[in-house]
C-alpha cells in the first residue's frame, strides 16, 4: 500500500486600474473585514500562497470541487470571490445574476498520472484489461475535460478506458489520492497537480490534439459584503500576486 499523502480581460485599462491597489489592501480601511473565496480544489496551492503574501490580511479561502462552489452560491452563502476550474459555472452565474463578469485568470493542461513503479506508460495502456482509472465526476470541470479527451479517441480504445473506469470522484484531489493511495492505476487530472504529487507519481503527458481548452475563471460575487476589496483580489489574480503565485504552481498565463 502507498502512503497516503484556464477569454482574455475585458481592457488593459481595467487591469491597470484594479492592479494598482496593492492586495494588502484587501480589508481596506473599513475594519478588519475579510474576503472569503470559494476557490477549486486545484487552485490549492496558489491561492493559499497569495493569501500568505498578503501579509495575513487577506482572503479565507474555501477549496472543493467548482459544482459545490456554484451551488454554494446559489444557496446564498456569504462570498466575495469565485474562482472557478472551469468558464461554464462562472458564465451561468453571471446569466442568472448571481456574480459579476467572468474574467479568465489562467489556464492549464490535463495528464494521465501512474504511480512511480505503475506498469502504464501510455494513454493506449488505459485500455489493457484490468488497470483501474479514477477520473472526476462529470459534473467536475476535471471529469468534463477528461470527458473531451475521451470523445477524440478512436472508438475502441475509448470503450477499453471506460471499461476500466473504477471510481468518478468530485474533484480532482480525489483523483489524485486514488492513484497515491494504490486503490487506481491511473488518473486524469491537471498537469499542475501531477507537479504536486512528482514525487509519488509519474505523469503521462497527453497529444496536443487531445488536448481540451482548461480555462479557470474567477468572478465577483453580487452580494459580495467587501466588493472594492472582492474587486482588487481579482485583479491580483489577472495580475498581480496572485498571478505571480499561479505562474510559479505551474499555471499557465490566461
Known sequence: MRRPPLARFATAALIVAMATASFMALCG???GSTLTVLAASSLTGPLSEYARESGGAGARTSF?????????IRQGAPADVLASADTEYPRRLHREGLVGKPHVFARN???????????VDSLSGLAKPGVKIAIGDRS????????VVLSRLPAGERRGILANVRSEEP???????????????AGFVYATDARVAAGEVRAIRLPGHLQP???YAA???RDSPHPAAAR??????LSGAGAKALRRAGFLAP
Open 140 to 147: 467536475v470541470p476535471v471529469g468534463e475535460y477528461t470527458r
Open 219 to 221: 468572478a465577483v460575487v
Open 64 to 72: 472543493a470541487g467548482s459544482d459545490q462552489l456554484a451551488a454554494q
Open 213 to 215: 481548452e482548461v480555462a
Open 232 to 237: 482588487r483580489y481579482l485583479a491580483g489574480l
Open 171 to 185: 474533484e480532482v484531489s480525489s483523483v489524485v489520492a486514488k492513484v497515491t493511495d494504490g486503490a487506481a492505476d
Open 109 to 119: 493542461l490535463l495528464v494521465v498520472i501512474v504511480p512511480q513503479d505503475g506498469n
Open 29 to 31: 480601511s473599513g475594519g
